[in-house]
């Protein structure tokens, strides 16, 4: 599985790094648009995302325009629901709309910081990303 780790905060970063390298290949950005370049050059390589996890307060383009950007680019590209990368918010914001913008856009789980290392891996077997 190839993960990408959208977080501008040190600590998460290598925390979720440290949940989420026995699973697969992680990569990390620390800003928005970063998030977005290490989005569209593995499509270019032919090696997409399985799961981005992506927080939502990151600086040059919030985790919301990022999101709303990628499932733009999947609908322009005709990327089958199936294929479409899976994204988990992560987020210190715990508020509705906050939340179900999220899934309105797109989104498959919220996660709330502190994240939970059990929870998210949960999150992870119930997308079908790891047995």
Known sequence: MRILIAEDDLASR?????ILEPYGECDFT???IEALD???LAIDEIKPYNLICLDIMMPKADGMKVLKTI???EKQN???????VKIIM???LNDTETIDNSYDIGCEAFATKPIDAEKLIK???KLKLIE
Request: hydrophobic letters at 45%; aromatic letters at 8%; glycine letters at 8%.
């Open 78 to 84: 005709g990327t089958a629901d199936a294929q479409k």
């Open 30 to 32: 620390v800003n928005g």
């Open 14 to 18: 290598k925390y979720l790094l440290k």
């Open 38 to 40: 290490a989005f569209l």
């Open 71 to 73: 499932r733009q680019i």
């Open 90 to 92: 992560t987020t210190a």
């Open 123 to 125: 999150v992870i077997r």
